[in-house]
Structures are given as C-alpha cells and as structure tokens.
C-alpha cells in the first residue's frame, strides 16, 4: 500500500525551531519530487516548499524563505522540512505529496497524485 506519513509536529513557541520528516511505505520516494503544503483554520491549502525527484532543485513559497529548508535523503527513504525562526501565521497541518514524474516541484496541487494525512504544527507563546 502507497502510504506517505508526516511526523514531527507540535507545540513550539514563536521563533523556535522544527524538523518535519514525511517517510514513505509501499514505494521508494527516489526520483519522486515532494512538495510541502499546509492548512490553516479556516483557510485553503497552500504551498510552502517542493525538491525535485534528483534533490538538485527547491522552491519555496515566499513566506517561507530564508527560514524553511527543504531536503531529501533517498536513502532513508524521506524528505525533510527544517523550520526555524517560527511565527504565529505559521501555525496549520503540514501535508507532504509526491509526484511520481520527479519533475515538477512547483505549488499546483494537482501535480501531485500521493498525499500524506497530515502533521499539526501550532506556533504559540
């Protein structure tokens, strides 16, 4: 069964710091390029950062930049969202996706035909 599982979420106080991991089960994530998205309350889902199937490329939603990075290791089969520098707005469920043509890793939701159930993510004091 092709399964993506987010992890490493949770409470963190504004200018802080996590690592979301999204492992994959039933295929190799290799080649595949992997976006992040994320859902605010009461918002739509929204585009943070994706890597290319090859790792060599990564794009990031504006709000994000200079603050999120995005990496891959194929080896242990995940890819990675290091967060740091947190704010309140940055509080939603964190969603990893991938795309099995490895080419596109941009912030169309509907290039991307795997998704996972989700990590929650709350940036508060």
């Known amino acids: 069964q092709v399964q993506l599982v987010e992890s490493g979420g949770g409470l963190v106080q504004p200018g802080g710091s996590l690592n979301l991991s999204c492992e994959a089960s039933?295929?190799?994530?290799?080649?595949?390029?992997i976006g992040w998205f994320r859902q605010a309350p009461g918002k739509g889902r929204e585009f943070v950062a994706a890597?290319?199937?090859?790792?060599?490329?990564?794009h990031y939603a504006d709000s994000v930049k200079k603050r999120f990075t995005i990496s891959r290791d194929d080896g242990k089969n995940a890819v990675y969202l290091q967060m740091n520098s947190l704010k309140p707005e940055d509080t939603a469920v964190y969603y990893c996706?991938?795309?099995?043509?490895?080419?596109?890793?941009?912030?169309?939701?509907?290039?991307?035909?795997?998704w996972g159930q989700g990590t929650q993510v709350t940036v508060s004091s």
């Open positions: 996706a991938a795309d099995s043509g490895g080419t596109y890793y941009g912030p169309d939701m509907r290039e991307y035909e795997y």
């Open positions: 039933g295929f190799t994530l290799d080649l595949y390029a």
């Open positions: 890597i290319s199937g090859s790792g060599r490329s990564t």
